[in-house]
């Protein structure tokens, strides 16, 4: 029999569902699409994906590059709407864009002309602008020191290192008190030990604030050291989700004691086997497209 508070609990509840979502990205149309109204370069990136996510839950999505991570999360975000198939949030369609969700972007994309405060209070007036100034500040006061910005609030993005923009991406995100956290690889694009460090830095502020997140990553080390699940990704055209994978090794979690966790080494070992599987089919393809045209 489950425990008494197995049923209420929420992390039993479904706080996020896709059912059947497909996205097409319509190409051009010639003379002859328009009796089908449909164009026969339509791309189809994304095919009958079916995920639900329970509340406090961390999912990362692991897939080949070009498989379609990102479309998937845009579509999660509201920038985009599936061409078939529904996106639910506590039971609600998605519509579009909405405060109850943060997004951290691969490419940072922060306002160049905005310190380090001025990128963050924006997020935060724009969400709450019926919040006191000193509301406002007092939030972003609170957000620069979680994720460890303190003393380079007076600083533009051009005088951030890479680490420093992605801790403001986060901490923008994060301000505005959204149920879920979107994060498309946003330590991607840094060095090891930077990476390592802001793994750590998610991992407490993850502790100390359980959200939802939906994580995209390349770093099959990155997903096991942080998620609960693991969705992994096939190859695109018309990409899916093969399999979701329980990681459920205790937390609060140390990287260095990891691998000592008991299959460890065996989710690794299938997660490399199915990139690599992945990957290696889009590889020999575009090979044969560049030999044979
Ligand atoms: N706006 C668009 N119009 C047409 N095709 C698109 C568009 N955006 C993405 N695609 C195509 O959809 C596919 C999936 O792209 P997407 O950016 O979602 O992949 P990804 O898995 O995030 O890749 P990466 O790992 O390199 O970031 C690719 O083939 C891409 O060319
Ligand atoms: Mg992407």
């Not at 845009?74 to 996106?87: E, K, M, R, V």
Request: net charge positive; aromatic share 6%.
């Amino acid at each position: 029999m489950q425990p008494s508070n197995y049923i209420s609990s929420p992390r039993t509840l479904t706080h996020l569902s896709l059912e059947k979502i497909s996205k097409v990205y319509p190409g051009r149309q010639e003379w002859f699409d328009h009796l089908s109204r449909r164009s026969s370069s339509d791309f189809v990136a994304i095919a009958d994906i079916n995920l639900d996510i329970a509340f406090n839950t961390f999912v990362s999505i692991i897939g080949p590059s070009g498989c379609g991570k990102s479309t998937l999360l845009n579509l999660i975000a509201g920038l985009s709407q599936p061409t078939s198939g529904s996106i639910l949030l506590n039971g609600e369609p998605v519509r579009g864009p909405g405060p109850d969700r943060g997004i951290v972007f691969q490419s940072y994309a922060l306002m160049p002309w905005m310190t380090v405060t001025e990128n963050i209070r924006f997020a935060v007036e724009t969400v709450y602008p019926k919040l006191s100034l000193t509301e406002q500040k007092r939030i972003v006061h609170e957000y620069i020191n979680l994720v460890g910005l303190r003393g380079s609030e007076s600083k533009h993005p051009h005088e951030l290192s890479g680490g420093m923009k992605q801790r403001v991406g986060i901490a923008r995100a994060l301000a505005i008190n959204p149920q879920i956290l979107l994060m498309d690889e946003p330590l991607g694009a840094l060095d090891a030990l930077t990476r390592g460090f802001l793994q750590d830095e998610i991992i407490r502020i993850w502790e100390q604030q359980r959200k939802t997140v939906v994580l995209i990553t390349h770093s099959i080390e990155e997903a096991l050291l942080l998620s609960d699940k693991i969705a992994i990704m096939t190859r695109g055209p018309a990409a899916r989700i093969a399999e979701v994978l329980d990681v459920s090794f205790p937390r609060p979690r140390q990287r260095e004691s990891l691998v000592q966790y008991p299959g460890y080494t065996e989710l690794k070992a299938k997660l490399e086997r199915h990139l690599y599987q992945e990957t290696r089919v889009v590889e020999e393809s575009s090979i044969r497209t560049r030999i044979h045209g």
